[in-house]
């Protein structure tokens, strides 16, 4: 099993940049597509970023496209988040996901919640304006 731990959250202002990490243990990371996913109160989970087990490829909702970035470095087991240029509403827990691929899917990058296998139990993230 793969256990995502997101650290990384906190309270910020708008315009500011903060950088979430998402540590997994269990069996190689390197075959895991990596989702970081949000839901702020009163609101449905949303997808916000993925990235392919093979670092090839990435995909971003609309609301954070050219603001987030996606990356992974699997000799630390660790995908990362950096978030620029925040705004209010980007406020919620951030979740981190994994995907597990037995074959295939190089270039996948998930934007369905129940195509994730393994979730983290989540970071706050609060921007202030």
Do not use: H
Request: proline share 5%; with cysteine.
């Amino acid at each position: 099993q793969m256990q995502p731990v997101e650290s990384g959250g906190g309270l910020v202002q708008a315009g500011d940049s903060l950088t979430l990490s998402c540590a997994a243990s269990g069996p190689p990371f390197s075959r895991y597509a990596m989702g970081w996913f949000r839901q702020a109160p009163g609101k449905e989970r949303e997808f916000v970023a993925a990235i392919s087990w093979s670092g090839s490829s990435t995909n971003f909702a609309d609301s954070v496209k050219g603001r987030f970035t996606i990356s992974r470095d699997n000799a630390k087991n660790t995908v990362y988040l950096q978030m620029n240029s925040l705004k209010p509403e980007d406020t919620a827990v951030y979740y981190c996901a994994s995907k597990i691929y037995f074959s295939g899917g190089y270039y996948d990058t998930p934007r369905s919640i129940v195509e994730y296998d393994y979730w983290g139990q989540g970071t706050q993230v609060t921007v202030s304006s």
